[in-house]
């Protein structure tokens, strides 16, 4: 499924594979004049080769190499001869990212890698000038892409939902936290997730998205000196696993957040 919507000179590009008619999982990408930033799912990369030339996509630039960001890149590349961007350690994962778990493969394909070009600094295109913010947490070379001559921030999967309730297992909520602090900090006028989609009230969103995690934090270590169970704990504050839990064979659980926020001694 592709479908497009616009906000003045950005147009949000929503790409899903499709199952019985039906979106499994929604990515976005986003186009600003013939700049792309990140390329939505393998499973929509031939549907989007077609797209993109109508459109005149000259280039992508990526937040992370994971595969609902980048999977279109591949064919793009080979196709249509378009430029890959990437911050260095995006660059070393593409090169050779070709393996995902199961679930993943069934929700978003199978990614190729892709040769891109690293860039540090300050990449000008298409009157934004774009610098990748380092907001690792969510993966290790995860960036968010802040454009200053708007206050633009293209926040990959950095914000994804004001109240996150499910963790990967190798994810850390507190290096997601200490990005979300550095990216509030830029003061951006305009908040583009990949999931959420776009939203004006950046400072606002970024305010909750902090705060639902920090005091889910401190309600956590409030209830295990009580002598809480780390299993209770998640079962009083979140409640029981859901969908996600078990779409993903347990990789993504609630358990996985409140034990991550347990283990940090950071003060709140
Ligand atoms: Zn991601």
Redesign the pocket.
């Known amino acids: 499924m592709i479908s497009t919507r616009r906000l003045g000179p950005i147009t949000r590009i929503l790409l899903a594979r499709t199952v019985a008619g039906r979106p499994l999982h929604l990515a976005s990408a986003y186009l600003v004049g013939r700049t792309l930033i990140d390329s939505g799912p393998p499973a929509t990369a031939r549907a989007l080769v077609g797209l993109y030339r109508r459109l005149g996509v000259e280039r992508v630039v990526h ?4 595969e ?2 980048t999977g279109g890149s591949a064919r793009l590349r080979r196709k249509l001869a378009i430029e890959i961007f990437a911050p260095p350690a995006t660059v070393a994962i593409l090169a050779r990212f070709d393996r995902v778990p199961l679930y993943r493969r069934l929700v978003w394909g199978r990614p190729r890698p892709v040769d891109a070009t690293p860039f540090s600094g300050t990449l000008e295109f298409d009157g934004m000038r774009l610098e990748a913010i380092p907001t690792p947490g ?2 290790p070379d ?1 960036h968010c892409l802040f454009d200053h001559a708007h206050g633009w921030l293209f926040s ?2 950095l914000f994804v939902h004001p109240k996150v309730r499910y963790l990967r297992r190798d994810e850390d909520p507190w290096l997601q936290l200490e990005g979300l602090h550095r990216v509030r900090a830029l003061r951006p006028t305009l908040l583009l997730c ?1 999931h959420a989609g776009m939203i004006r009230e950046a400072d606002a969103a970024l305010a909750r998205r902090i705060e639902f995690w920090e005091s889910l934090a401190r309600d956590a270590r409030r209830l295990r000196a009580a002598g809480y169970s780390t299993r209770t704990v998640t079962r009083r504050l979140l409640g029981r696993e859901g969908g996600l839990h078990w779409v993903s064979f347990g990789e993504f659980s609630k358990r996985n957040l409140i034990e991550a926020l347990l283990g940090g001694e950071r003060d709140l």
């Open positions: 937040t992370h190499h994971h609902d960001h969510h993966a995860h990959g999967d990949a």
